[in-house]
């Protein structure tokens, strides 16, 4: 089946342009998480979902970042004013349960520059 | 999260074995320990989980020590294809991941 989908998978920003990076999960997740990848490193969380409700959002460097999945579905995370810090790349997993053990698929990210 | 050490780096021929320690003295009674691997240019993919005890499924095994502070990734048979960076990780059921620096794998032909 379809696995996690990323669009755009690669988005170059001028500094201080808004962007809006988007996740499809696998059909029926109820859980949903990003993180952010810088290079070299490894991916730092920054949101999670339990359906549309946004239970954590501890991770999330500032407040030009903003994530939404009104439906309980796509999630969209949002970055306003970009600055070169904000270039990495921006990934997506679901899962499908809460509370008992499902690992986490991840999408193949969106990789940002912002010049 | 409680915090794990991994080796930055480890190197092995292709079709021998591979074994990847992971040490987390602080790990809470909750804490799963999971194995993620990421492939270049590709977004992390689960490799295996355990609790408290080993591990087998069709990619790799899990070896749990007995007082949970350590365990170890065992590729039985490395490919060119399983050269990843692979991250040790504990959470509790259902939470975030904290990834660490994890262990780049280079396997030889």
């Known amino acids: 089946g379809a696995g996690v989908s990323q669009s755009p998978r690669y988005k170059v920003a001028k500094r201080g342009q808004d962007v809006a990076l988007r996740c499809d999960p696998i059909?029926?997740?109820?859980?949903l998480f990003w993180y952010q990848q810088a290079l070299g490193q490894g991916p730092e969380f920054l949101t999670y979902?339990?359906?549309?409700?946004?239970?954590?959002k501890s991770g999330l460097p500032s407040d030009r970042f903003f994530a939404e999945r009104p439906e309980g579905s796509v999630s969209t995370l949002k970055i306003q004013r970009t600055q070169q810090e904000d270039s990495a790349v921006y990934l997506c997993a679901s899962s499908p349960l809460v509370k008992t053990y499902n690992e986490q698929f991840f999408g193949p990210g969106t990789r940002l520059t912002v010049l | 999260d409680a915090k794990t050490t991994q080796p930055n780096s480890m190197e092995s021929n292709e079709e021998e074995p591979v074994h990847l320690p992971c040490n987390h003295s602080t790990i809470s009674g909750t804490d799963y320990i999971h194995w993620y691997r990421q492939l270049p240019s590709q977004g992390p993919e689960y490799v295996i989980h355990g609790l408290t005890s080993n591990v087998n499924n069709r990619m790799a095994s899990l070896a749990i020590a007995e007082d949970r502070k350590s365990s170890t990734l065992i590729l039985h048979r490395a490919t060119l294809r399983d050269a990843a960076v692979y991250y040790c990780?504990?959470?509790?059921?259902?939470?975030?991941?904290?990834f660490g620096g994890g262990t780049r794998v280079l396997v030889k032909p």
């Open positions: 990780i504990l959470s509790a059921a259902g939470n975030k991941l904290t």
């Open positions: 979902f339990q359906n549309e409700a946004q239970l954590d």
């Open positions: 059909s029926g997740h109820v859980s």
